[in-house]
């Protein structure tokens, strides 16, 4: 395969948890995953990697992104231990209004495991220290040098939907500067790389995010292939389900597949057109 056809899928997971329920991967299910991927000889790229390969620079044939939406505890104290030991980083993308300050915790410090649901309560009740990362746990993954931290906005809010809708792209236009001055608050940096928080976007936040200095923009699509030259602010992302390491390892070679990669998601981009007919 030439470089310029190389595609590396984008992971996007939420929690790794022994808790059931949507979106969560328990711990076994991740540690087959990743060990599927060191047999195979795969490597998990930083978003820097990730930034040069789509500027042309090809990275290596069996690379990944493994990316982690809104910064959850679990991914501290289930995900990062298995990251480690089977040698792979990722990405978390933060929301910066959820994250506290308080002692690093460890497995049996931690509150219970939550679903995903009780999460969402959790946050919406005003106790996110319960289920989010706190900042020393952040500092900590950080200076391992096995995970990194971006945007994800500071409070991961729909104002698309929201009664004064009309004023959405000013609330975007507050979210983003709110977010990047947190990450600079509390880890001296933020970079070009974004998360929209549940998926949404329209040209107008494109926009947006690009002149408050973000170029490389996340999204929830799955159906689409990230190669050298692929358009920055259009990432593409499939969500790993709670299944085994061999299943997770099908997905991701047809997701790089030069021929049978496009062919899978023009067929499933059908389906869905024909969902929306019905």
């Known amino acids: 395969m030439s470089d310029s056809r190389r595609t590396v899928p984008v992971l996007m997971y939420h929690h790794v948890t022994p808790a059931g329920g949507m979106i969560n991967v328990s711990p076994g299910h991740f540690e087959a995953q990743l060990a599927w991927l060191q047999k195979k000889g ?5 978003t820097d990697q990730f930034a040069a390969h789509l500027n042309g620079q090809a990275a290596p044939a069996r690379s990944v992104l493994i990316t982690f939406d809104d910064g959850y505890l679990d991914n501290w104290l ?9 040698g792979f980083k990722a990405t978390i993308f933060l929301v910066t209004s959820w994250n506290r300050q ?17 999460c969402e309560q959790r946050i919406e009740q005003g106790h996110s220290d319960d289920v989010i990362m706190r900042w020393s746990e952040i500092e900590q993954a950080l200076a391992s040098g096995v995970l990194e931290f971006h945007s994800h906005t500071h409070t991961h809010t729909r104002w698309d939907l929201a ?49 408050a200095g973000f170029r490389y923009l996340y999204t929830t699509r799955a159906f689409g292939q990230n190669r ?27 997701a790089a597949h030069p021929v049978i990669g496009p062919l899978f998601n023009g067929w499933k981009q059908w389906k869905r057109s024909l969902r929306g007919q019905a």
């Not at 795969?42 to 930083?46: D, E, H, T, V």
């Not at 959405?168 to 507050?174: I, L, P, S």
């Not at 085994?244 to 070679?253: A, F, P, Q, T």
């Open 102 to 118: 308080g002692p690093v915790r460890t497995l049996d410090q931690a509150p219970s495991a939550f679903t995903h649901h009780e």
């Open 163 to 211: 009664p004064d809708a009309t004023r959405k792209n000013d609330h975007m236009t507050r979210e983003l500067q709110q977010s990047r001055e947190t990450l600079i608050q509390h880890l001296g940096a933020v970079s070009e790389h974004f998360c929209w928080p549940q998926g949404y976007f329209d040209p107008d936040y494109v926009r947006i995010a690009q002149q």
């Open 228 to 254: 050298p030259g692929t358009d920055p602010a259009h990432i593409y992302r499939f969500a790993v389900r709670n299944t085994s390491g061999e299943s997770v390892g099908r997905r991701i070679k047809v």
């Open 42 to 46: 795969y490597q998990s790229l930083s």
């Open 78 to 86: 289930y995900a990062f231990p298995l990251l480690k030991k089977y």
